[in-house]
């Protein structure tokens, strides 16, 4: 039964429910006596409150209650959190405004809800927001990072002078600017990372329902970490005690990082269940999903490369404006920091590195974690100064990389991290092979001689997942510890159920943490269940994000197992009158080794519940919990090269080949794995030729739907080549290092990369989108 | 959406008198345009009038030198018309184009022009080709019934019934999909007559929706080649430029999709 264990590809459990229809959403909940909120949001993207009402709306049919801005600060709630203080160069703290969940007095980003109706239907609901009169007084409006820097522009929160949260820094400056003096040559270059909305394919949705006898909560909520959801709404919110909550996350469709935080939607709906006394459902659609699911990126970086006369690399400096939107959200603060400028030696060695981030406020929708959260900005910058110098430098970029590879592990960067592990040299030599790299030369030609314009780009990334450790980060100005929980529960007969505090959206733990059990007992699956996002049933837990899953998750359970094979091997022992140390787990059997007696797995479980026969002393029962708090982060590391054509007459970009060689160390569901590869990189070639968020100068998103936003579609994308090599990451028992994030942390710079080389032409915006290639192309 | 009253008549005249007297009717064909806007709360008829069940509103006939293609026909079944492949093969292949499956599966011919998106596909085929369009009143040619962005030669309640397209010497069309919504950033279709005009059409390019392009049709008049268009100069006067392309971008596409089209057209 091994054939179910760590690394077989199993066919992933979830699965049958899904595509039978049969999942279940925090829309499909029914309660009796729902009501339906719908909220009146702000069309400006700056303005003042100078009245609302709401007197119509009251007397609409169907309407239970009618709550604003203003209600919501008497009450008490609190303002929405930042949970990493961030600390600027001259010592001062964050400079951070007040973000209540509906704007009592004045809003600052188009789609900012002011107030809600709750009614009996949806239509009902909708209906009678559309009878709320706000009067507003439009205020100027600050849409991007230059308007919102620039002297005299507009000021959106008193406490942030000049729009600036915080101008913080990492690495030697001092140490940076003399390599550069010294250096042999200099590379430049300006970049621009483009902002990106989420887009899950499940809406946010929340149904908060208030318990009067018992003065208790329960919140149906799209969230990647139900707990975080129920620490910080009792902690913080005072909505709720922490005791007297609970959140459940059911399946939940998607999230890449945008169902992390805790909204003002949920916050609201939790808030107004109690003031209405009636369940309150609460489910956004797509449009408002645009306008306000935390988008990510928005970086403006100039960064400079220096190197010696022999192509080594010397120092890198980086100066970085981020668009951390209106408001700050949860993590907002952490990812253009210690999740980006942490990553900027990238796979090289650098002697030296010196960044500067400046994040601003601006008159957008929030900004914070999406998939990848700060390392594929840190990427994009490494790996394009890398492409660019070869060029400049005329060398093959492949070459130009290795030679600056790091070789040794563990290796110190000079930007915190502490790489354990690696072999970045195996990863593209594998990617070289899959694309044939030295046959393309003469691709090119033959190419050229067909008209087309073919390039060829690389991308050496590498990222920081399992985050992480909870002292650390602490140290970091983190306001939580980042360690995983699990128990494991072994039933009377024999079966199992894991708790675990991950959550799963789309990853397959129920299938992936089910092999780990599977293996190590021996047994099918499909005696194991996976419980998770239910924080009344399981104990605790931080969640999924940060490809942290299988790195602490799965540690966890480890951990936990360990405890449990213990306490059965001491009943089996018991029961067969052997040793202790002479017992092995094998296809569900416990036995004495060199003898042919055994017990069987359920046998042992019931003998624990029974408590007929158990050792002196031993406590009855089969289950044990353990938490896991990681020692490093893990590494995961890869080189993805691309080949395009680009068809001058009209700028478009087709792939000839893409190749992706990771490094994930243990691969538990090699299925899964490639899953994750796929969707990752579809991501990263979205950024790179697809999605961007703009806004007017109003500060209103033209991009707010699908008609605007280019999601990716299969028919943009290449059948992928993917190939692994392998280290063992030390840092935790399992030896896996993470994989859902890696795709779109380095596709982006490999697309660029090409195009760039097939255009000959540097200045390349992403999204490189036909209009812009070909304007490249012909000026 | 808003509460509405749904009809579905059995015939034209039926649907015509319903229109009448509703107090702001509006006809539903495919829904692939109107009930989007009316999920939005964008529109909000007092009644809609479905067309799409009166038999006579669909089909596809051959009709001496040309093809009729009644109103409610689908893009589907005119992409896969073994009638429209014969006779005007770009006309199916334009068909196959629009939008995806589902799309295709619903919207009409008659809904298409009859909304005359700036960037729908079928404006371009019928003007190039210099259609006419029948309703339940009377014949509209093409070139007088496209009147601007989302405007048409169409009285409140008039009802197309039908498309009859010509057979021309050489037709072709060429797509310049925009990215986000697959509608044209910028398609051409080009159709050469009988005697020798020709006549050329682009949609997606315009502030004004579907265009002649007369700088084109002069040149391919004088030579039907690709090449010919090679020197031509497509003026930006009067195009889109928005985040999917600048005015100058779309002037390039109209020619290099003219080019495609010719080329297709053979
Ligand atoms: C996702 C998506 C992608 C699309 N992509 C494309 C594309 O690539 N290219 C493209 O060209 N189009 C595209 N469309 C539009 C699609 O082709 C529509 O179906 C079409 O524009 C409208 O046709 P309909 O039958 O759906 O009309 P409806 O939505 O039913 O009606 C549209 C309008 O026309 C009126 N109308 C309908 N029939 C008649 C009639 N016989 N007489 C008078 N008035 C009438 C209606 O009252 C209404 O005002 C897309 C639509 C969607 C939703």
Redesign the pocket.
């Known amino acids: 039964m091994g054939v179910e264990g760590i690394g077989a590809s199993v066919v992933r459990k979830e699965d049958r429910r899904f595509v039978t229809g049969r999942g279940r959403y925090v829309d499909d909940i029914k309660i009796v006596g729902l009501t339906h909120a719908h909220f009146v949001r702000s069309p400006h993207a700056h303005a003042k409150i100078k009245s609302i009402d709401i007197a119509a709306a009251k007397g609409m049919p169907g309407v239970v209650g009618v709550l604003t801005g203003q209600e919501i600060v008497d009450d008490k709630v609190g303002n929405l959190i930042c949970g990493w203080a961030i600390t600027s160069k001259d010592g001062t703290g964050m400079k951070m405004g007040a973000w209540p969940a509906m704007a009592p007095e004045i809003v600052r980003f188009a789609g900012q809800a002011v107030a809600v109706v709750i009614a009996e239907t949806k239509n009902q609901a909708r209906d009678a927001a559309e009878a709320v009169v706000v009067d507003y007084e439009e205020l100027p409006v600050a849409s991007d990072i230059r308007a919102a820097i620039k002297p005299g522009a507009p000021q959106l929160h008193p406490e942030a002078p000049g729009n600036v949260i915080y101008d913080w820094t990492i690495g030697e400056e001092a140490a940076t600017d003399a390599a550069f003096k010294a250096a042999a040559n200099v590379v430049s270059l300006d970049i621009t990372n483009n902002r990106l909305v989420p887009n899950a394919m499940e809406p946010r949705a929340a149904i908060a329902e208030y318990n009067d006898a018992e003065e208790h909560f329960t919140l149906y909520t799209t969230s990647q970490n139900p707990h975080v959801a129920r620490l910080v709404l009792s902690a913080f919110y005072n909505i709720a005690q922490e005791h007297k909550l609970r959140v459940v996350a059911p399946d939940v469709g998607g999230g890449f990082g945008s169902k992390i935080f805790i909204y003002p939607e949920e916050m609201v709906a939790l808030w107004a269940s109690k003031k209405v006394r009636r369940p309150v459902k609460w489910t956004g659609d797509r449009s408002e999903a645009f306008l306000t699911d935390a988008h990510g990126r928005d970086h403006l970086t100039k960064a400079e490369m220096a190197f010696d006369k022999d192509n080594k690399v010397t120092a890198l400096r980086v100066k970085t404006y981020a668009n951390l939107g209106a408001y700050m959200s949860l993590f907002s603060s952490s990812v253009p920091t210690y999740l980006y400028a942490t990553l900027l030696s990238g796979q090289y060695n650098i002697p030296n590195i010196f960044a500067e981030v400046i994040s601003v406020y601006t008159n957008t929708t929030p900004v914070d974690a999406y998939r990848g959260a700060g390392r594929p900005e840190a990427s994009f910058v490494v790996e394009r100064l890398m492409e660019t110098a070869a060029r400049q430098l005329k060398v093959d970029p492949a070459e130009l990389r290795r030679k600056n590879f790091i070789t040794t592990f563990p290796h110190q960067t000079p930007v915190i991290m502490a790489y354990d592990v690696g072999d970045f040299g195996a990863s593209l030599d594998s990617a070289m092979k899959a694309i044939d790299y030295a046959g393309f030369p003469a691709r090119k030609a033959k190419a050229k001689t067909e008209g087309k314009l073919r390039g060829i780009g690389i991308s050496c990334y590498i990222e920081a997942c399992g985050i992480a450790p909870s002292k650390a980060v602490g140290s970091l100005g983190a306001g939580v510890g980042l360690w995983e929980s699990a128990e494991v529960r072994v039933n009377p007969v024999g079966t199992i159920e894991i708790l675990t505090g991950s959550h799963s959206h789309g990853q397959g733990h129920e299938t992936t943490f089910a092999q780990l059990v599977a293996g190590r007992l021996g047994i099918p699956i499909s005696q194991v269940s996976i419980v998770h996002g239910d924080t009344d049933k399981v104990q605790f837990g931080m969640g999924t994000y940060g490809s942290r899953s299988a790195a602490v998750g799965m540690s966890a359970i480890f951990k936990a197992m360990e405890k449990v094979e213990a306490k059965a091997k001491k009943i089996a022992a018991h029961q067969l009158e052997a040793s202790e140390a002479d017992i092995v787990i094998e296809n569900g059997e416990f036995k004495v080794t060199g003898t042919d007696k055994s017990i069987a797995l359920p046998m042992v479980a019931l003998a624990a519940y029974t408590a007929h026969n158990l050792p002196d002393g031993m406590e009855p029962g089969l289950k044990e919990g353990a938490f896991y708090d990681p020692t490093n982060f893990t590494f995961p590391a890869g080189a993805y090269i691309c080949e395009i054509e680009v068809d001058s007459g009209t700028g478009k970009t087709s792939f000839v080949n893409f190749v992706a060689a990771d490094d994930f160390g243990t691969l538990i569901n090699p299925m899964i794995v490639e899953g994750q590869v796929h969707g990752g990189l579809a991501q990263g070639i979205g950024q790179a030729l697809l999605e961007g968020a703009v806004y007017d100068s109003s500060g209103q998103l033209v991009t707010a739907s699908f008609m605007d936003y280019t999601m990716p579609r299969a028919d943009d994308l290449p059948s992928f080549k993917l190939s692994h090599t392998t280290t063992l990451c030390p840092g935790n028992p399992l030896g896996v290092k993470g994989c859902g994030e890696a795709g779109a942390i380095g596709a982006s710079a490999a697309v660029i990369n090409a195009i760039t080389d097939a255009i000959g032409n540097n200045k390349l915006e992403m999204p490189a989108s036909p209009d812009r290639v070909w304007h490249a192309i012909h000026g | 959406m808003y509460e509405t009253t749904y009809h579905r008549p059995a015939s034209v005249d039926e649907a015509a008198a319903l229109f009448a007297k509703g107090s702001d009717s509006?006809?539903?064909?495919?829904?692939?345009?109107?009930?989007?806007?009316m999920k939005q709360r964008l529109a909000s008829p007092s009644d809609v009038i479905d067309?799409?069940k009166i038999k006579d509103?669909v089909g596809i006939e051959p009709s001496g030198a040309g093809i009729v293609i009644k109103?409610?026909t689908?893009?589907y079944d005119v992409a896969n018309s073994d009638a429209v492949k014969k006779a005007i093969p770009a006309l199916a292949h334009l068909a196959s184009?629009?939008?995806?499956p589902?799309?295709?599966y619903?919207?009409?011919?008659?809904?298409?022009i009859?909304?005359n998106?700036p960037?729908?596909?079928?404006?371009a085929a019928v003007l190039a080709l210099g259609a006419t369009i029948k309703?339940n009143k009377r014949s509209i040619a093409a070139d007088e019934f496209f009147k601007g962005l989302f405007t048409t030669a169409?009285a409140d309640g008039?009802?197309?019934?039908a498309v009859s397209f010509p057979v021309q010497a050489k037709a072709g069309y060429s797509?310049f999909?925009n990215p986000a919504?697959?509608?044209?950033l910028t398609g051409v279709f080009v159709a050469k007559t009988p005697a020798g005009d020709v006549r050329v059409a682009a949609?997606g390019a315009s502030q004004n929706g579907v265009m002649r392009v007369p700088a084109i049709e002069a040149a391919l008049k004088a030579n039907w080649s690709a090449g010919a268009l090679d020197n031509v100069t497509v003026s930006t006067d009067g195009l889109l430029s928005d985040i999917h392309g600048s005015s100058a971008y779309r002037a390039n596409l109209i020619k290099v999709m003219a080019q495609r089209a010719v080329t297709a057209a053979g």
Not at chain 2, 26 to 37: E, M
Not at chain 2, 158 to 161: A, L, Q, S
């Open positions: 509006k006809y539903l064909a495919g829904g692939h345009t109107l009930l989007p806007v067309l799409g509103l109103a409610a689908t893009h184009l629009i939008g995806d589902q799309v295709r619903r919207g009409t011919i008659g809904g298409s009859a909304n998106d960037a729908a596909d079928y404006p309703t169409l008039e009802i197309i019934t797509k999909p919504s697959r509608f044209a949609t």
